[in-house]
């Protein structure tokens, strides 16, 4: 059983780490949800023991660790912010740059650091020529 929880967080892990390297911020995305679920799938994998619920009066028998299912719960909380948080930062670049590709956010963003330089050198240069 250990097996299939280690090759399924395997798949996962692959196929977010996959998404993470494309262009499309969509893809990104999903590719941070695949890696965070993988983490999740390892941290309830961890934790696969079987025994009794530890509740005072602890039984005689093993008891099952509960700090494995907490932590799966945490991180699924944790992981579903990062993907609100970067589904609106998507929602604004894409608003922005009305581009969702990563190579055209950069090209616009280039030039738009390119204007901003000549800009300030234009100001700069109008500073310097008025204290003369």
Request: proline share 3%; net charge negative.
């Amino acid at each position: 059983m250990s097996l299939l929880f280690a090759l399924a967080a395997a798949v996962l892990f692959g196929t977010g780490a996959y998404l993470l390297l494309d262009r499309d911020l969509v893809r990104v995305v999903f590719g941070v949800v695949l890696v965070s679920q993988a983490a999740v799938l390892t941290l309830v994998a961890s934790g696969l023991t079987r025994g009794a619920a530890p509740i005072y009066p602890l039984s005689r028998g093993p008891v099952s660790d509960p700090l494995s299912q907490a932590m799966a719960l945490t991180a699924i909380v944790i992981g579903l912010a990062v993907t609100a948080l970067l589904l609106v930062l998507v929602l604004r670049v894409v608003q922005a740059y009305r581009s969702e590709e990563l190579a055209e956010v950069a090209v616009r963003e280039a030039e738009r650091e390119a204007r901003l330089e000549r800009l300030h050198e234009r100001e700069h240069a109008e500073e310097e020529a008025a204290a003369r």
